[in-house]
Antibody, heavy 123, light 111 residues
Framework: QVQLVESGGGVVQPGRSLRLSCATSGFIFSNYGFHWVRQAPGKGLEWVAVIWFDGSNQYYAGSVKGRFTISRDSSMNTVYLQMNSLRVEDTALYYC????????????????WGQGTLVTVSS | QSVLTQPPSVSGAPGQRVTISCTGSSSNIGAGYDVYWYRQFPGTALKLLIYANSNRPSGVPDRFSGSKSGTSASLAITGLQAEDEADYYCQSYDSSLSGVVFGGGTKLTVL
């Protein structure tokens, strides 16, 4: 069955870095794009980043552009989110989600989500 | 605050019909981008309920239906059941932001 399992979250000081991983299984990894979506405590969902099925393009929310980098490793069936210069406002539960649509056409949507990994940025 | 606006909470008695609205603007829903709906139980992964405005994935009961008009969309749930109590989110795309956007979420309470 399709599985997405996030890891790598933790407590980190402002200005430091963290790398999240999303290990996938149960489907052909190279056929799909992936997104990271976050949810601050008690808040709604916020889209973070997308990487295309072949890794050729990445797009970011304005709040993380220049600080976060999304990447993928087809040999490991894993998606990553490198987060640098972390801020207190980056504190959230970070979800990985599989894209069943087409971001280039504005039709991305998510058929499978992971359970999330918690990132806490605090001094 | 979220780009798409949802009511923070709705409620209904078992067996009743409830609707959850999702209001956007001319750069997202009003621009013709599709709307999607998800359900989230506390501590669990989100589940896709409606895609492309009004389509149900396999396995989603026909008690759930979606519609879209102008700059808004709605999720309707008929025959309300206790297990429908959850948070519901709408999602679309915004051309001004060049990214995916979500509503703030609606907590459904079954009385």
């Amino acid at each position: 069955q399709v599985q997405l399992v996030e890891s790598g979250g933790g407590v980190v000081q402002p200005g430091r870095s963290l790398r999240l991983s999303c290990a996938t299984s149960g489907f052909i990894f190279s056929n799909y794009g992936f997104h990271w979506v976050r949810q601050a405590p008690g808040k709604g969902l916020e889209w973070v980043a997308v990487i295309w099925f072949d890794g050729s393009n990445q797009y970011y929310a304005g709040s993380v552009k220049g600080r976060f980098t999304i990447s993928r490793d087809s040999s490991m069936n894993t998606v990553y989110l490198q987060m640098n210069s972390l801020r207190v406002e980056d504190t959230a539960l970070y979800y990985c989600a599989r894209d069943l649509g087409h971001f280039s056409r504005g039709s991305s949507y998510f058929d499978y989500w992971g359970q999330g990994t918690l990132v806490t940025v605090s001094s | 605050q979220s780009v798409l606006t949802q009511p923070p909470s709705v409620s209904g008695a078992p067996g009743q019909r409830v609707t959850i609205s999702c209001t956007g603007s001319s750069s997202n829903i009003g621009a013709g981008y599709d709307v999607y709906w998800y359900r989230q139980f506390p501590g669990t992964a989100l589940k896709l309920l409606i895609y492309a405005n009004s389509n149900r994935p396999s396995g989603v009961p026909d008690r759930f239906s979606g519609s879209k008009s102008g700059t808004s969309a709605s999720l309707a749930i008929t025959g309300l059941q206790a297990e429908d109590e959850a948070d519901y989110y709408c999602q679309s795309y915004d051309s001004s932001l060049s990214g995916v956007v979500f509503g703030g979420g609606t907590k459904l309470t079954v009385l």
